[in-house]
């Protein structure tokens, strides 16, 4: 298929697709929609900015248009699941858009950070697409507000990043409320073991569609990396936004608290920017991304929460303040940029305790990064011996934490809970990542509960540093690799 003419989609899909002058079909919508329109289960494997919204969106308005009938009251013909609010409304939008010559298309966004009552009202005739979160999803059927036994269709996109945040069991619960007899597209960036569980036990004889090989990168992305010490980050990032020709420029650290702060030392000299992460309200979020994509707004500071929620052509750098410490959110942050045909940049600052991160980066791209910087020496290791981390991989002396965002919708990671293996974030919203391994030194210590600090529960490393202390006599030697914790 070369041409969208060529799917036989209904005529007020093809008027809306011209009026948006759209002609040529992506790999993953030459390769899905077909599918799609025949019935058929799909599994798509691409990155982001590939199209896949639309291929599935388009499918399904065609279905809809081809079958009119009026959803029942507090259900939905159409559910798609999505990780965040801002790809959920991306979503929403571009139906919308596909279907704007549709009459009647009635559709709802259900997401949390905003009144629930309203949500409630939209939902009380029916609808025919329902866009959601799966937190607020679960919350409107706890309140009776819509049930699911007359989903015809069933999109579950970014499950990859679902599994990140956790949101695995409340999808079986959604999935346990649908009627067998549907169609399910799914939808993700990677495929690990836990997916690819859960895909076999919600698909029924799918069809595989992959446009690009697992967890690559956009080959028209331009990386290097930078080593630092983590002290030289802010001015770093100064020294770099004023030596590269950039245009909107997004960069990413791994903690709420970590882009306030940047936030705050680019203000003071000068650079106008603006953070998004999950404490911000949705207005506030809505607001920035409004400005971001309008040009108002040049420098976005970002937590992964956003990663897969920003979807802006013109990004010409991402920057990696810090590395994330789950190497498949590098692909998601990095894929911000050299969308729609553009090249890109993405830039990553590595300090002494990121090089266990930067590492199992490379191996997952199979690429060395190109580097420059001074490389800072790392600590050995203490290994605990028959003591191993989540992914059977061995713990680390002084590197990142193991954790886990159990949380459901709206508003960011909350206090995390140090175990000596594991954090284990517990708030109320998406900001939590699949676990990698943790690093520990020596024994565990300092297991009561943290106070509750945004950074200490999101995994931000902190301390100070290598320190060597001295053994008075008769006193036991301390473990100069362990930080203590705030």
């Known amino acids: 298929m070369t041409q969208f003419t060529d799917f036989g989609l209904a005529e007020p899909i093809l008027r809306a697709l011209a009026e948006e002058k ?65 790809l959920s409304g991306q979503i929403a939008d571009s139906f919308s858009t596909y279907g704007r010559h549709i009459r009647p298309l009635a559709s709802a966004l259900a997401i949390g950070g905003v009144p629930i009552n309203r949500q409630v009202r939209s939902l009380a005739h029916g609808v025919e697409v329902l866009v959601a979160t799966p937190g607020r999803l679960l919350d409107l059927v706890n309140q009776r507000a ?95 936004l004023k030596a590269e020709k950039t245009d909107r420029v997004l960069v990413f650290t791994r903690t709420k608290h970590g882009a306030d702060k940047v936030v705050k030392g680019l203000e003071k000299n000068g650079f106008l920017s603006a953070a998004i992460h999950g404490n911000k309200s949705q207005n506030q979020r809505e607001r920035v991304l409004a ?58 600052f590595c300090d002494q305790e990121e090089g266990v991160f930067l590492r199992d980066i490379e191996r997952m791209i199979r690429i060395t990064i190109p580097a420059s910087g001074e490389k800072q020496p790392h600590r050995p290791a203490v290994r605990n011996s028959g003591n191993r981390g989540q992914g059977g991989r061995p713990q680390h002396a002084g590197g990142g934490r193991d954790q886990r965002g159990n949380n459901r919708g709206g508003n960011g990671g909350g206090n995390g809970r140090h175990n000596g293996n594991r954090s284990h974030g517990g708030g109320n919203g998406g900001n939590g990542h699949q676990g990698r391994p943790s690093h520990q030194g020596g024994q565990h210590q300092n297991n009561h509960a943290q106070a509750p600090r945004q950074e200490a529960s999101s995994g931000e490393p902190n301390g100070i540093g290598t320190v060597t202390f001295l053994q008075r006599s008769g006193e036991p030697r301390r473990n100069a690799g362990h930080r203590n914790q705030r």
Do not use: W
Request: aromatic share 4%.
């Open 146 to 240: 819509v049930t699911l036994n007359q989903v015809e269709v069933l999109v579950l996109d970014e499950a990859d990043r679902m599994l990140d945040m956790g949101f695995i069991h409340d999808i079986k619960r959604v999935v346990a409320m649908l009627r067998k007899e549907r169609q399910t597209l799914f939808f993700s960036a990677t495929m690990p073991q836990e997916i690819t569980k859960l895909a076999d036990s919600m698909l029924n004889d799918p069809v595989r569609v992959a446009v690009t090989p697992q967890a690559t990168t956009v080959e028209r992305i331009a990386q290097r990396v930078i080593h630092t010490e983590k002290s030289g980050k802010p001015a770093l990032l100064l020294e770099v």
């Open 291 to 348: 400005d971001f994509r309008s040009g108002k707004l040049r420098i976005l500071i970002a937590t992964d929460i956003a990663a897969r929620g920003i979807d802006v052509d013109g990004v010409s750098h991402v920057i990696n303040y810090d590395l994330p410490n789950v190497p498949e959110s590098y692909v998601h942050r990095i894929g911000r940029t050299a969308r729609a045909g553009a090249d890109g940049v993405a830039i990553s």
């Open 22 to 86: 759209y002609e040529t079909p992506t790999p993953i919508q030459a390769q899905t929609i077909p599918t799609a329109l025949a019935g058929r289960d799909v599994i798509g494997i691409a990155q982001t900015g590939t199209g896949k919204t639309a291929s599935f969106a388009l499918p399904i308005l065609h279905h809809l248009t081809t079958k009119r009938m009026r959803p029942e009251k507090k259900s939905c013909r159409v559910l798609v699941l999505s990780p965040t609010r801002e």
